[in-house]
């Protein structure tokens, strides 16, 4: 049964992680950290995390840019594998507790300016990937942060989508060699239990590209504000420290 639950959550973990570019470590870590030790939690939700990517960018592939997903992922990759090694010396709450300062701010201050925007320039997407590669290897989410810097470029759903994805996919890749090459293993149930993780992430992200779809492109850039505030507020009033 415990594998049926992780397969529902990873279809909503899915949808929202798809509808919003991020999403899907936040809503899944805390929950199974519940029952999982840190390390194989940030391995099976980073499995998890990975193929939601590559979903993204079949669904949405008309949307890929490579000039800026390589911008962004060439820091993140080398960032993604500092935090990954980080992950058994450092305490995250503190850290989850300031990420989550800045996204409140950052939504705020754009409700007052909203036509306020960072640089569209290299070192803006290459500080993106950096900084989102780096939460996501010591913690599990950095989703959140790459969208702060996505959304300074204001890209159509499609690009933006498809452009968190690939970014994803490659920090996803270091990370998860990085995890596995430190040791860290599944237990043979939960490596099982992949085989219903694989079609439920599909799901969720198919479900959200219907939704997508519905959603007209000037509206588009509220809905992730909206989703940044709420995981702010959680990783600033719940700041769960998992080491």
């Known amino acids: 049964m415990d594998i049926i639950y992780i397969g529902l959550l990873t279809i909503l973990a899915g949808s929202v992680g798809t509808l919003s570019g991020f999403g899907t470590s936040t809503i899944m870590v805390p929950v199974l950290l519940l029952f999982l030790p840190l390390p194989q939690t940030l391995l099976l939700v980073g499995i998890i995390h ?32 500092i935090g990954a090694r980080m992950i058994f010396s450092v305490s995250n709450a503190l850290l989850s507790q300031i990420l989550g300062v800045f996204l409140i701010v950052y939504v705020i201050f754009l409700f007052f300016r909203p036509s306020f925007k960072l640089p569209q320039s290299h070192l803006t997407a290459m500080l993106g990937g950096a900084l989102s590669g780096f939460f996501a290897g010591i913690f599990g989410m950095g989703g959140a942060i790459r969208s702060v810097f996505l959304t300074v470029f204001d890209l159509p759903k499609a690009v933006y989508i498809a452009t968190a994805g690939a970014i994803a996919f490659t920090i996803d890749s270091a990370r998860l060699t990085t995890y596995i090459a430190s040791g860290v293993r599944l237990d043979d149930v939960l490596l099982w239990g992949i085989l219903l993780f694989m079609p439920a992430s599909f799901l969720g992200a198919y479900l959200a590209k219907l939704i997508v779809d519905k959603i007209p492109q000037e509206q588009f850039r509220l809905v992730v504000a909206a989703f940044l505030f709420l995981v702010g507020t959680k990783l600033l009033l719940f700041p769960a420290d998992i080491l």
């Open 50 to 81: 990975w193929f939601g990517d590559i979903w993204k960018l079949l669904l949405f592939r008309e949307g890929i840019r490579w000039k800026l997903i390589l911008t962004f992922g060439i820091p993140g990759i080398i960032a993604a594998y």
